[in-house]
């Protein structure tokens, strides 16, 4: 459907405009080498563009070009509400429902009568967009991105920094090319992005070769941890507070612990649960191997939601209480988790 809608976005983008762009709430890689990657594409045509993070996001992502341009909406609300009643156009990149971009933020996008444009590859959107790019089969909404820049014409146009942007992101949400939505239409766009300057390796040590000695001993902690439920195909690991604190946690410091329990042999659903003490919840990430679908569980279960195999959630019991609730609920899903 996009497709029948790129002339009358042509056209909008036709003349320099004032254009915001939008990340989820605590973004990821995806969410700013999307934005990042859309705003110096934008660039080139002189509009008028900025990427307003809900809130800040971890120090692996700070490398990204025009990171230093990015605002953030927690911290600097009122520059951010005079950009968002100015913009003629929202692009709503890496999310599917407005409350996702944080609830402050999204009553001030709620208001705003500019023409909203959504890139998005999670499960169930929610309707607000005039302009809806919603494909839940895709790897990252980066290749979104380029798919978007390549039905406007432009796939030529992409430079170098474009290209690093969204090499990040689909890099980062295929973890590293193996997930299934990782397709031969995706390595294709990543060797044309490599092809237009993106530094695939000096990429990948930026993202991933920059841990703190810190974080690797919390990663041992997380380890200790976790749990495994041999005859329901469940592995799950917990870290609280007092644990996090030990470590002296950073924002990204988590980013991957969940995987290390969904790669127990034989394990197809893990979880790992964070407690957050500031926002009194759990923070829950949820990955699974197969037809098991965490998106679904999470909204059963944890008012959350995502993709069939990585999906995000929360909790307003305590740790422990949230990890019991989680062991009741698994026996339902039984028939689901003991299938060969
Ligand atoms: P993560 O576990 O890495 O935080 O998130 C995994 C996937 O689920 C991501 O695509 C993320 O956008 C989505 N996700 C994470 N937390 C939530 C949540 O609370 N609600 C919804 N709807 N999606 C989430
Ligand atoms: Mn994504």
Not at 4 to 18: C, E, F, V, Y
Not at 56 to 76: I, N, R
Not at 234 to 252: M, R, V
Request: negative net charge; glycine residues 6%; charged residues 20%.
């Amino acid at each position: 459907m996009i497709k029948a809608q790129i002339p009358a976005i042509k056209a909008l983008l036709d003349t320099p405009r004032n254009i915001v762009i939008v990340p989820h709430k605590n973004p990821d890689g995806d969410a700013m080498g999307s934005t990042l990657g859309l705003y110096h594409y934008l660039k080139l045509y002189n509009h008028n563009a900025v990427v307003i993070a809900p809130n800040d996001y971890p120090d692996f992502l700070k490398w990204l070009p025009g990171d230093d341009s990015v605002v953030k909406f927690e911290g600097q609300s009122e520059e951010s509400k005079t950009l968002i009643e100015n913009a003629d156009l929202i692009f709503t990149l890496d999310f599917n429902a407005l409350h996702r971009a944080g609830n402050d933020l999204s009553e001030v996008l709620e208001k705003s009568d500019a023409i909203k444009l959504m890139i998005d590859h999670h499960q169930q959107p929610d309707d607000y967009a005039k302009y809806m790019y919603s494909d839940v089969t895709m790897s990252s909404t980066c290749e979104m991105v380029y798919n978007f820049i390549d039905m406007l014409g432009d796939a030529e146009k992409i430079n170098s920094t474009i290209a690093t942007c969204l090499y990040v992101g689909i890099m980062t949400d295929t973890g590293s090319f193996r997930f299934p939505a990782t397709t031969s239409k995706t390595h294709a766009v990543i060797g044309h992005l490599i092809d237009k300057g993106a530094e695939n390796s000096e990429i990948h040590n930026s993202i991933y070769d920059t841990n703190s000695y810190n974080r690797l001993q919390l990663l041992g902690r997380a380890l200790q941890n976790l749990k495994v439920v041999p005859e329901l195909r469940t592995a799950y690991i917990t870290l609280s507070q007092a644990e996090l604190d030990e470590f002296n946690f950073k924002k990204g410091d988590t980013e991957g612990f969940v995987n290390y329990a969904l790669s127990v042999k034989g394990i197809i659903f893990a979880a790992i649960f964070i407690e957050n003490k500031q926002e009194n919840i759990v923070k829950i990430s949820l990955r699974s191997k197969g037809d098991f679908s965490v998106n679904e569980f999470s909204r059963n279960h944890f008012g959350g939601g995502g993709h069939t195999n990585a999906a995000g959630g929360k909790s307003d019991l305590d740790l422990q209480a949230t990890v019991e609730n989680f062991i009741s609920i698994l026996p339902q899903y039984k028939s689901e988790l003991s299938q060969k």
